[in-house]
């Protein structure tokens, strides 16, 4: 028995329709068709009733690309943030901390040893005032970092978040379209 493909006049669904068949109800729509033979020759498809408003299935179908679009968004606007952060960071205060103790116990030593004690105060100053140098010198490098990074990603991160907040609103008034017809049906 030959099948011939053929679709359906509302939603434009595939029908699988043998020839001996002279109605057929669309699975995709509920569409009630009645099966002609054109002038053609050719097996044609008369809507003889609609069983379901496609407007519904395409506005399902256009919910679902956006939301995928927006996913796709989502993950772009989570990379650009990742490429504004920076694994670099300055010298944590904990280090200074530890660095001070030594020299602290330097000077303990010194101070036991040597017979000038006021040389024993050298190192404590001496640690402090490195570690605030190469404090400031990290923290201006960072802070100039993260102005170059947001000049780089800035911009694009602003228009991916404008795009997002677009799909997302017409993501919203689709799906509160669908929400209407299905309460209509």
């Given amino acids: 028995m030959q ?7 509302n939603c434009g669904a595939p029908l699988n329709i043998e020839p001996s068949q002279e109605k057929i109800i669309c699975g995709s729509c509920g569409s009630l068709l009645q099966l002609t033979t054109g002038s053609s020759g050719f097996l044609m498809a008369r809507l003889v009733s609609i069983g379901q408003d496609t407007s519904f299935i395409a506005r ?3 919910t679902e690309r956006l ?25 944590s205060k904990k280090t200074v901390r530890l660095f001070l103790l030594l020299s602290i116990a330097i000077s303990i030593a010194i101070f036991l040893a040597v ?29 100039a970092a993260l ?9 694009k991160l602003k228009a991916v978040e404008q795009e997002i ?4 609103a017409q993501l919203d008034k689709l799906e509160n379209d669908l929400d209407t017809i299905a309460m209509s049906l």
């Fill in 165 to 168: 907040f677009a799909k997302q």
């Fill in 67 to 91: 939301k995928k679009q927006v996913e796709a968004l989502q993950e772009e606007q989570e990379t650009l943030e990742l490429n504004l952060q920076l694994p670099f960071k300055p010298v």
């Fill in 147 to 155: 102005e170059r990074l947001q000049k780089t990603y800035g911009p």
């Fill in 60 to 62: 399902t179908q256009a």
């Fill in 115 to 143: 017979e000038n004690k006021w040389f024993c105060l050298a190192p404590p100053f001496l640690t402090l005032g490195v570690f605030g140098l190469i404090y400031a010198f990290q923290d201006a490098q960072h802070t």
């Fill in 3 to 9: 099948v011939t493909s053929i679709q359906c006049p």
